[in-house]
């Protein structure tokens, strides 16, 4: 973490090659997801409460809040009771008055992993980390089997929560989780290396039980570009040719992690919108991790949903009120149909608040001059309407 603030810092400070250079020779260590450190990564930053004003509590109570990327998946933490570490548990979910959360599965991370240039080869701590906690043998070798076993997982939590988390596959049964108050689980892929470079394989990780299928994560891989990698490319042809049989299967396409390149290249050849499941925005933030207003514009344009993250390289600082100007600048530059949650909650990163405190963003954003339509719609109704819309029918 230290050495990923002086990277943040360096850059912002002085945008000079010099400072850059630094970082590329002694590569920021990025936290957005790189296992495995221990949980206690996943700090909340001490805080007295956040302030709810009556007004906020009562507008609070009516939206189904939905939130588009945490990694509670990563970590070996029971989430069916009340952690004191870490974002989220289904405790904390019900407490913030989630609808709605996509669960992230990340299958392969190199040891480098960073978010200026990470060597793709450099290792994988994730294939380390199913050696080293036994999980099953195919597991070790397979990307895709790393990502099926992630999806299981959640599968097994949603058996032991009786009824409290639904993993949602269907428009149907969104709409039957809202209707019955049940937390609605959508799985998510960190990347598209578990396709393993086989088109076969993206019905196989739909059969598993994703919906939203992210094209990279921290490196380049079979389908294009990584906004951290070392090409910067667009989509490969076998890249070009995911999107439209992934849509057809049903997934949803995620850019986030992707190269400014394949947002681009993604928006000019998909048929139906695209999200970017977590982010922080260059001209309110300008970091590494960062994705320029021009390339989420496009992403909006094309009828899109830009989650807007809570941790320090989205935002700069995490505090409230960072993040509150940061959904406040989305909504001004994207449109307030096109702007939603994106926490990174459990992304290895330390957060201004948790799952249970969500009534104070919502607070806040009132307090910052937001109405109460734009607040609803940017805590929670946009992604429900977006996933009601684009879940498959059946
Ligand atoms: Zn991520």
């Known amino acids: 973490m230290k050495s990923l603030r002086r990277v943040l810092g360096g850059v912002a400070m002085t945008a000079t090659i010099a400072a850059l250079s630094v970082s590329l020779a002694a590569p920021a260590r990025a936290a957005d997801e790189r296992p495995p450190t ?3 990564v996943n700090r909340v930053i001490p805080h007295a409460p956040y302030p709810v004003s009556a007004r906020a509590r009562a507008l609070h109570a009516t939206i189904p809040v939905a939130d588009l990327h945490a990694d509670p998946l990563l970590w070996n933490r029971d989430l069916l009771i009340r952690n004191n570490i870490g974002h989220i548990d289904i405790p904390r979910l019900e407490e913030g008055g989630f609808a709605l959360q996509d669960f992230s599965v ?34 070790w070798n397979s990307v895709l089997q790393r990502a099926l076993y992630g999806a299981d997982k959640l599968k097994g939590i949603e058996k032991r929560s009786h009824g409290r988390l639904r993993i949602v596959r269907t428009k149907g049964d969104l709409r039957r989780s809202l209707h019955d108050h049940v937390i609605a689980g959508i799985l998510l892929s960190e990347g598209a290396h578990p396709l393993e470079g086989k088109l076969s394989n993206i019905k196989v990780m739909y059969d598993g039980g994703f919906r939203v299928l992210g094209l990279q994560h921290f490196f380049d891989n079979e389908l294009g ?114 702007v939603a949650l994106g926490s990174d909650f459990d992304g ?40 009601s819309t684009y879940l498959p029918s059946k």
């Open 38 to 40: 221990p949980d206690s």
């Open 106 to 139: 990340v299958s392969k991370s190199p040891r480098s992993a960073n978010y200026v240039k990470t060597d793709a080869s450099d290792g994988d701590v994730m294939a380390d980390r199913a050696r080293r906690e036994h999980w099953p043998r195919k597991t």
């Open 225 to 338: 570009g990584s906004l951290h990698g070392e090409s910067h490319g667009g989509l490969t042809p076998f890249g070009k040719a995911v999107i439209p049989r992934a849509e057809k299967q049903g997934l949803i396409i995620d850019v986030a992690h992707s190269s400014e390149a394949v947002v681009f290249d993604t928006v000019a050849i998909a048929k139906r919108p695209i999200i970017v499941s977590h982010t922080g925005i260059k001209g309110y933030c300008d970091t590494p991790r960062n994705v320029s207003d021009a390339a989420l514009k496009a992403v909006a344009d094309h009828g899109g949903l830009i989650g807007v993250g809570y941790w320090d390289a989205a935002v700069c600082e995490p505090t409230m009120k960072n993040v509150t100007e940061a959904i406040v600048y989305a909504v001004k530059l994207l449109g307030a149909e096109h």
């Open 348 to 387: 290895g990163v330390a957060m201004p608040f948790d799952a249970s405190e969500m009534a104070g963003l919502t607070s806040s954003l009132l307090d910052a001059g937001l109405d109460e339509k734009t607040v609803k719609m940017v805590m929670g109704e946009n992604a429900i309407r977006f996933f």
